[in-house]
């Protein structure tokens, strides 16, 4: 399995950006998903997540209220109010099973990661 995210870019504090991840077959439409972010020197972090019918979410404390994770096809990551310490790349993955997940070790398969830059 592929995944393959998208949509990053450069943004003004404010500002809004929406992030996509498609997957190479019909296996992650079974799968939970979910959104991490790392930055130089630093583990990755979750930020957000679904179940695979996307009944379920969970998000990271410091996103909680401004971003938004959905999926039809894909997963889409609706981030809102960016700040500068959103700044990261910026990775999508496929869970091991349905469930949603903010553990890193229940994903099995990363896309290359979108770079998200947000200036002051």
């Known amino acids: 399995v592929q995944l393959q995210a998208s949509g990053g870019g450069l943004v003004q504090a404010g500002g809004s950006l929406r992030l996509s991840c498609t997957c190479s077959?019909?296996?992650?439409?079974?799968?939970?998903m979910g959104w991490f972010r790392q930055t130089p020197g630093k583990e990755r972090e979750f930020v957000a997540a679904?179940?695979?019918?996307?009944g379920v979410t969970y998000y990271a404390d410091s996103v909680k209220g401004r971003f938004t994770v959905s999926r039809d096809n894909a997963v889409y990551l609706q981030m809102n109010s960016l700040k500068p310490e959103d700044t990261a790349v910026y990775y999508c993955?496929?869970?091991?099973?349905?469930?949603?997940?903010?553990?890193?070790?229940?994903?099995?398969?990363w896309g290359q990661g979108t770079q998200v830059t947000v200036s002051s």
């Open positions: 993955a496929a869970g091991r099973g349905s469930a949603a997940s903010t553990d890193r070790s229940q994903y099995q398969y």
């Open positions: 679904i179940s695979w019918r996307g």
């Open positions: 077959k019909r296996t992650c439409s079974n799968n939970g």
